[in-house]
């Protein structure tokens, strides 16, 4: 949006959200529809057809793949990924009784086959989710724009680091397949080589997250300390201070957290799965095989023993990949799609 309204300032925007309080309230291009709808359910569907047409607009733009069956008008739809029809326990319905895990994933399959169906445009972040798309509704070819994201940005901060310090970090959920058994795996043979190194972890203390935090106890696992939800200011501390940032995931529509690792200078050791070598790029990471603990440990030991050399690649990586990644480009991409559908 920040970008969208530098761009293209000529347009009107109006932002239904579950509040009235954001970034852009107030502002003279955009309007506000409050709607606390929880995502996700009967309500969404029942009462946002009516929200959004009540905005009168000439274009609605759903940013996510759970758009109302019975919306009428043009919209075009953002689908980040098709995780769930690759990894459908990577949801919190996954912990949910049998009939309405079941009722959910019917629901979610009907919703975005719907979404693809009727969009004008489809939107996503990389080639990889482009493909993705195309393999599971060929009927989609046509439509798919590839947008990009943008480098994450952090408030300004006077707290930046000098220098790592002895932990390695991991940020994000712990849904199945963001791959943290993998790490704990590694972390073990990690911490009998390096006994003075540290593993924290931030992230939600959702019920994956709190069986992650078992299974760490349960193995007697040390120096692995989980941090919850941070915010923006402490999590960029944790980037900056940070020996490395280790990202595990079997599968990414893009991945944030590695480039919100390399803006602050960290080292990211990734696995390379799915959209990642896409997104960081030969030199981005230190790439390793995906689902396999060993490959974790081997990739961790370069850092280990070189920091200082990988600590200045990350940050050339993040001057390269700035330009690559902008959301200035992003919004112009969705222009594109807005006027071409």
Same mark, same amino acid.
């Given at each position: ?8 300032p ?5 932002l /239904? =959200?579950?509040?009235?309080?954001? +970034? $852009?309230? *107030?502002?003279? #291009?955009v309007?506000?529809?409050?709607? !606390? ?9 029942i ?11 000439d ?16 919209f ?20 949910r ?9 019917l ?13 004008r ?19 989609a070819?046509?439509?798919i724009? /590839? =947008?990009?994201?943008?480098?994450? +940005? $952090?408030? *300004?901060?006077? #707290? ?5 310090? !002895? ?6 959920s ?15 043979m ?9 593993l ?61 690792a390399?803006a ?7 696995s ?6 896409e ?11 995906a689902?396999?603990p ?24 993040a001057?390269r990949?700035?330009?690559i ?17």
């Amino acid at each position: 949006m920040r970008a969208m309204l530098e761009v293209a300032p000529e347009n009107r925007y109006v932002l /239904v =959200t579950r509040s009235a309080s954001h +970034p $852009f309230a *107030p502002h003279p #291009s955009v309007e506000t529809i409050v709607a !606390d709808v929880p995502w996700y359910g009967f309500t969404e569907q029942i009462r946002l057809p009516a929200v959004f047409a009540s905005a009168k607009a000439d274009l609605v733009h759903v940013p996510h793949w759970n758009v109302p069956l019975f919306l009428r008008g043009p919209f075009v739809v953002t689908v980040h990924d098709l995780l769930l029809r690759h990894e459908p326990a990577s949801a919190k319905v996954s912990t949910r009784g049998f009939f309405l895990r079941t009722l959910k994933r019917l629901g979610y399959r009907l919703v975005l086959w719907n979404a693809l169906r009727r969009a004008r445009r489809i939107l996503v972040p990389t080639q990889f989710v482009a493909r993705d798309v195309m393999e599971f509704y060929p009927f989609a070819r046509g439509k798919i724009i /590839v =947008t990009g994201e943008g480098m994450p +940005p $952090f408030p *300004p901060s006077s #707290s930046r680091m000098r220098g790592p310090t !002895d932990y390695l970090l991991y940020v994000g959920s712990a849904y199945p397949h963001k791959g943290l058994g993998d790490l704990m795996e590694a972390w073990e043979m990690v911490s009998k080589a390096h006994p003075g190194l540290e593993l924290r972890i931030a992230g939600e203390m959702d019920a994956f997250m709190e069986a992650v935090r078992s299974d760490a106890e349960r193995r007697k696992l040390p120096r692995v300390t989980f941090l919850g939800t941070v915010d923006d200011a402490t999590l960029r501390t944790l980037y900056g201070s940070a020996l490395a940032f280790v990202f595990p995931s079997h599968f990414e529509g893009f991945g944030l957290p590695p480039l919100e690792a390399l803006a602050e200078g960290c080292p990211v050791v990734c696995s390379d799965a799915a959209s990642l070598p896409e997104v960081l790029g030969p030199d981005g990471a230190i790439f390793f095989r995906a689902g396999d603990p060993d490959a974790i440990l081997q990739a961790i030991e370069q850092v280990v023993r070189e920091p200082e050399v990988f600590r200045r690649n990350a940050a050339t990586a993040a001057k390269r990949l700035s330009v690559i990644h902008d959301w200035r480009n992003a919004a112009l991409h969705t222009l594109i799609a807005y006027q071409n559908q």
